[in-house]
């Protein structure tokens, strides 16, 4: 796990820097919110706090900034006017294509010399990771079900 951590650590810091220095200013976790919202379209503030992980009042104020920036558009929920949903904006699509493209060198670096097999079998590798913590039961994080070598 550390070794994934020292990956993740290396390509965010790079990532952080490529898009301050190619996008208008926008930081990662602004990025990962338009990124949550281009994949599921017309989701909810609530929806994001979950699978972020992060405070309701932090991704408050980050949803706030987004809108006011024009980044992303909201419209009330047609079962419950008291739910908003969120879609991106033209702006914000075009955003975070340019995320993607100014990021694309660093994910290319990150795998330079993988086999598409291999990129395949890293992949399906750390989907699996994923889920393993995602079946977790909610504050069952600290378990020691499974310990094994890192």
Same mark, same amino acid.
């Given at each position: 796990?550390?070794?994934?951590?020292?990956?993740?650590? &290396?390509?965010?810091?790079?990532?952080?820097?490529?898009?301050?220095?190619?996008?208008?200013?926008?930081?990662?976790?602004?990025?990962?919110?338009?990124?949550?919202?281009?994949?599921?379209?017309?989701?909810?503030?609530?929806?994001?706090?979950?699978?972020?992980?992060r405070d309701?009042?932090?991704?408050?104020?980050?949803?706030?900034s987004?809108?006011?920036?024009?980044?992303?558009?909201?419209?009330?929920?047609?079962?419950?006017?008291?739910? =908003?949903?969120?879609?991106?904006?033209?702006?914000?699509? =075009?955003?975070?294509?340019?995320?993607?493209?100014?990021? &694309?060198?660093?994910?290319?670096?990150? =795998?330079?010399?993988?086999?598409? =097999?291999?990129?395949?079998?890293?992949?399906?590798?750390?989907?699996?990771?994923? &889920?393993?913590?995602?079946?977790?039961?909610?504050?069952?994080?600290?378990?020691?079900?499974?310990?094994?070598?890192?």
């Amino acid at each position: 796990m550390e070794a994934l951590h020292a990956v993740m650590h &290396a390509f965010r810091s790079r990532q952080h820097r490529q898009l301050r220095d190619s996008v208008q200013e926008v930081g990662p976790m602004e990025i990962r919110a338009l990124r949550f919202f281009a994949r599921h379209p017309g989701a909810t503030q609530r929806e994001l706090v979950a699978h972020s992980g992060r405070d309701k009042g932090q991704i408050a104020r980050l949803l706030a900034s987004l809108r006011e920036r024009g980044l992303l558009e909201a419209r009330a929920d047609e079962q419950d006017r008291r739910c =908003t949903r969120l879609q991106l904006s033209p702006a914000g699509a =075009t955003l975070l294509d340019q995320a993607r493209r100014s990021t &694309a060198p660093l994910v290319a670096a990150a =795998t330079d010399g993988f086999s598409p =097999t291999e990129r395949q079998q890293l992949l399906a590798l750390l989907q699996r990771m994923r &889920a393993g913590l995602e079946a977790l039961p909610a504050g069952d994080e600290g378990s020691e079900r499974h310990p094994s070598p890192q």
